[in-house]
């Protein structure tokens, strides 16, 4: 009993974070080829898993009730490998973290030199690199490594970070530079190595080491679409200092649609004989508003779609706030107007006002954050 009681005192050194979503047949192996590698090293494991589907966390369970090194953070009603990783490392004890993936892809083997990299102060940030000498991204298909090179490329362009490879998953750093860039990482998506060098206030000394990336044996991959445009979503954040969202890029484009669809609708309904062009107007309105809210709880709120009877009290939300929204719209557009400016200058400043006042107040009342 004092064994354990002891060993349970000591804290870990290093606290090696990996996010998990449908990894259940990895986590047996990946905990052997961990142990194996981090011998020597006072270490504990940070699983943080998505409330997976085939039960990840149950394996995890099994695996920490004989050793209490490896933990598990079970996340309900989440999603986002960025995300998961942020609390994975908040959540550690150790001084230094590590994230590394739970499907294999990532050889555990260059754990411990990023350990001591950062350990012995010679790296404030230690990152597992395949795009330097020795490293690889092999596995890769022919596209998604294409896609992969230009990611790096536009997110060296964009962002300024000047290493070679702000795109891997694999990563170790003091907790203390974690902290520091926590306030302002976006999150969202899955570059959380990107995000923490772009996030963090100060010069970072940065080191890379390579290494292979390896093929998947179990499961899939989970980067999709979706992925892509959290991404960009990033990059337009990160160099907008966080002025503009992908979200708000994502409802103007959607508004653009609305227009279009305006314009289709007033046409048909100027088809009906005797109907009035008010009443066409009108109606024509009220059906880019309805298909624009569908487009917005699709797309700009996936993450927050209202199903049901919350979609139709959302819907009359969206109305109102649409509504407001044309009578600033007008407003502003008159007054600039009414002060000698060009008509066109007065149209997109109302136009502008309307959709910034549409976005604040959607985010705000219609597609409400959950708490
Ligand atoms: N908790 C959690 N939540 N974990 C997730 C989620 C999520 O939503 N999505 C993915 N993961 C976990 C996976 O289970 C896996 O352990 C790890 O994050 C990487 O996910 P993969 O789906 O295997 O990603 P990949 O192999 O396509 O991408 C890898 O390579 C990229 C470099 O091209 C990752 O290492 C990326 O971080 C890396 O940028
Ligand atoms: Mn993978």
């Given at each position: 009993m004092t064994e354990t009681a002891t060993a349970a005192v000591a804290a870990p050194a290093l606290t090696v974070v990996v996010p998990t979503f449908n990894e259940a047949a990895n986590v047996r192996p990946l905990v052997a080829k961990l142990t194996a590698a981090l011998a020597g090293i006072a270490y504990e494991v940070m699983f943080v898993d998505d409330n997976s589907p085939d039960g990840t966390y149950d394996v995890v369970r099994a695996l920490s009730r004989e050793d209490p090194r490896i933990r598990c953070i079970r996340r309900i009603g989440r999603r986002g490998l960025s995300s998961a990783c942020i609390e994975g490392m908040m959540a550690g004890q150790g001084d230094v973290v590590a994230v590394i993936d739970g499907d294999l892809q990532h050889d555990e083997t260059v754990l411990p030199k990023l350990f001591e990299l950062v350990r012995s102060g010679q790296a404030d940030l230690a990152v597992a690199s395949r795009?330097?000498?020795?490293?690889?991204?092999?596995?890769?298909?022919d596209a998604r490594g294409k896609g992969s090179r230009l990611a790096t490329e536009l997110a060296r362009k964009v962002l300024k970070v000047e290493f070679n490879d702000p795109m891997s998953g694999f990563f170790a750093t003091r907790r203390s530079v974690v902290e520091a860039a926590a306030p302002k990482?976006?999150?969202?998506?899955?570059?959380i190595l990107l995000d923490l060098a772009a996030s963090h206030p100060g010069k970072l000394r940065i080191v890379e080491v390579p290494f292979v990336f390896g093929t998947r044996l179990h499961g899939d991959s989970k980067m999709d679409n979706r992925v892509v445009a959290d991404f960009l979503g990033l990059l337009v954040s990160k160099a907008t200092g966080g002025l503009v969202s992908i979200r708000f890029l994502t409802f103007a484009a959607v508004g653009v649609s609305g227009v279009v669809v305006h314009l289709l609708a007033l046409r048909g309904l100027l088809?009906?004989?005797?109907?009035p062009f008010a009443a066409a107007q009108a109606g024509a309105t009220l059906v880019a508003m309805t298909t624009n809210f569908t487009f917005n709880n699709l797309m700009t709120y996936r993450d927050r779609m209202l199903t049901g009877l919350a979609f139709m009290r959302g819907l009359i939300g969206f109305y109102l706030v649409c509504s407001v929204g044309a009578v600033a719209n007008v407003g502003v557009a008159t007054w600039m107007f009414e002060g000698d400016q060009q008509w066109w200058v007065a149209g997109i400043a109302g136009a502008a006002m309307g959709a910034v006042w549409n976005y604040v107040f959607s985010d705000l009342l219609v597609w409400r954050r959950k708490r």
């Open positions: 795009y330097v000498e020795g490293g690889s991204a092999a596995s890769f298909s990482l976006s999150g969202d998506g899955f570059k088809a009906v004989p005797s109907l």
